[in-house]
């Protein structure tokens, strides 16, 4: 495909590069559609992304509504329909600040601001819409041939809270229809597997906005999953000498300026409480709590490693357009755990670490992962503890220690946390992008701040090295994640519900008690179904709303031979079976954790 570079000289584009192109002008072709139909509207970034393109728009006191971004997509139609042949040209900086000053461009006009002195500014033009860019671009807008627009968002000028919130337009755009079809599979896909549909359908969670925005709130059948999530890595902890404490939901300003917290996590903190002369915060994490545990009481070498775990509950101010059910939420649940270790114990402790992820992986059938050694960026000094003799230790060990446990792993800069590097495990999920499920990070830093101790074998006073690690993130994001991976569809020990009972009619439903009671005495969740309703509609609500693993169909001839008909939601096969033959394959299922 032919482009159009800032020079003005037109050149095939190199294929890898095709895309990329025609999502940066299509975000150019839909600010030109926004401008036509809001005249007023002041166009600030506009980029191509991995998967599509978006403009960040400010449009005054107008929302936008599903119809108007209709309205826009079908703008952006009549111009490539046009054929307007895209053009450009240049100023020095001078005179582009004048040139968008007078155009009223408030957004680019600050943003050439930041740019060097000597810069030479380019603008590309299709029709009457001009805008300040590198490029390149497509040559005529009808070689933009499928796109669309796929929804709206908020967004701050220059991603900082105290600005403007602008309007996020975003969009998607292929080389080809088939590309764009496939696309919409997906999406339809990323709908039918979606959490909070799914968690809405089957009430699992749910949230409002009077209690506030991204602060979910578990029923009865989510908070038992919830419940499982819980017991089973408490479980597996203590097996492996994990001491589980309980550490209130806030501290003081001061607790977290000692930790660094205060200066490099401060913007995602919710703002201090002044009470009684003392400042608090709801915590954004649990190391600060747990460094005072340690510090509690002297310690041994001899006691080291210290284990301490703790489901803890935390609060991070996200903005309100990344929240995402209990994916992305301002209250979550960590499974969190730090612990104490001398130098010569780290690569020990990392190994066991590396195992229970896998081991914990392998019980939820996560095959998917990857994992990344993730280090600081030298040239960031605000993000990241200013020391490089500590970064450079710490760094150094932990990928000596994962090259000695034989870990596969790439490296990324500028991934670490701002006191250590880190070991995450990212998941590639059924439909979206991957994220980081579980991490084990290597901390030299909070034992100094906090100047923690322990009298080592020759008497004198080292300092511990600390490792963070969460095994199944926060319970709330690795719910979010099973839900999406199983469409609710969960293995029988994790369902809420694991068995429902469903006679046929009125004449079968002191068998089904029976039946109910003799399971539920076995420790398996089960519901009786005796409602007045036909059967076909039983086994659909029970199958497709509360996705039960089994259902057990009790007509008069499984009453009359003290059988009962168990139907599988995963096959839709029906086996009649004895009752004590049916608890016993429900409960080692159930013991097994059979996924």
Request: hydrophobic share 35%.
């Amino acid at each position: 495909m032919k482009i159009l570079y800032n020079d003005g000289h037109v050149d095939e584009c190199p294929q890898e590069e095709v895309t990329h192109v025609l999502r940066h002008s299509a975000a150019h072709i839909m600010a030109q559609a926004i401008e036509r139909l809001y005249p007023e509207a002041d166009f600030a970034y506009g980029p191509a992304t991995d998967r599509g393109f978006y403009y960040d728009v400010d449009l005054g006191d107008k929302k936008l509504s599903d119809e108007d971004l209709a309205a826009i997509e079908a703008e952006m139609r009549k111009i490539i329909k046009e054929n307007l042949p895209f053009k450009t040209f240049a100023y020095n900086r001078e005179e582009a600040v004048k040139y968008l000053h007078e155009r009223g461009a408030v957004y680019k006009e600050e943003h050439v601001g930041d740019l060097p002195e000597d810069a030479t500014i380019t603008f590309y033009q299709q029709g009457d819409y001009v805008d300040m860019c590198v490029g390149p671009h497509i040559t005529y807008t009808k070689n933009l041939k499928a796109f669309k627009i796929t929804g709206q968002s908020g967004a701050y000028w220059k991603n900082d809270a105290s600005r403007k919130m602008l309007t996020r337009i975003n969009g998607v755009a292929f080389q080809t229809k088939e590309e764009l079809e496939e696309y919409e599979k997906q999406v339809e896909e990323a709908r039918a597997r979606d959490h909070r549909k799914i968690g809405k359908e089957m009430s699992l969670f749910m949230t409002d906005d009077l209690i506030g925005k991204g602060l979910p709130m578990f029923l009865p059948k989510g908070y038992t999953l919830w419940r499982e999530l819980e017991d089973y890595i408490r479980d597996k902890e203590l097996k492996l000498g994990y001491q589980h404490v309980l550490t209130p939901c806030v501290g003081t300003v001061a607790l977290y300026q000692t930790s660094g917290h205060w200066d490099h996590y401060k913007e995602n903190m919710f703002p201090a409480m002044e009470v009684e002369d003392e400042s608090f915060v709801l915590r954004p994490m649990n190391c600060p709590h747990h460094m005072m545990i340690y510090a509690n009481k002297p310690h041994s070498y001899r006691e080291l490693p210290i284990r301490i775990g703790e489901i803890a509950h935390d609060f991070r101010f996200e903005p309100s357009g990344s929240l995402k059910g209990i994916e992305r939420g301002r209250h979550f649940c960590q499974n969190d755990a730090h612990l104490f270790v001398t130098p010569a114990q780290i690569k020990d402790e990392v190994s066991r670490v590396v195992d229970l992820i896998f081991e914990v992986y392998k019980d939820f059938g996560i095959t998917d992962y990857r994992c990344v050694l993730s280090l600081r960026d030298p040239a960031d000094t605000r993000k990241y503890h200013p020391d490089d003799e500590m970064w450079n230790t710490a760094e150094d060990a932990l990928r000596q220690v994962l090259n000695d446990i034989g870990i596969d792993y790439t490296e990324e800069i500028g991934e670490a946390a701002f006191y250590g590097p880190k070991l995450d495990i990212n998941v590639k999920p059924a439909v979206g992008v991957e994220y980081t499920l579980s991490t084990c990070q290597l901390d030299f830093c909070l034992p100094a701040k906090f100047d923690l101790k322990y009298i080592d074998s020759d008497g004198s006073e080292k300092t511990p090295v600390v490792l963070h690690r969460a095994i199944l993130g926060s319970l709330d994001r690795f719910m979010a994640y099973i839900i999406e991976e199983t469409k609710g569809k969960f293995p029988v020990w994790l369902a809420p519900l694991q068995v429902k009972v469903l006679p046929v009619s009125e004449k079968t439903n002191d068998y089904a008690a029976r039946v109910t009671e003799a399971i539920e005495n076995n420790g398996v969740r089960v519901q009786l179904d005796d409602r007045n309703e036909k059967i076909g509609y039983k086994i659909r609500e029970a199958q497709q709303v509360d996705r039960c693993p089994y259902m057990l169909i009790i007509g008069q001839k499984e009453a009359d031979e003290g059988t009962v008909s168990v139907r599988s939601r995963d096959t839709g096969e029906t086996e009649v079976m004895s009752l004590d033959a049916f608890i016993k394959k429900v409960t080692e299922e159930i013991l097994n954790k059979v996924h």
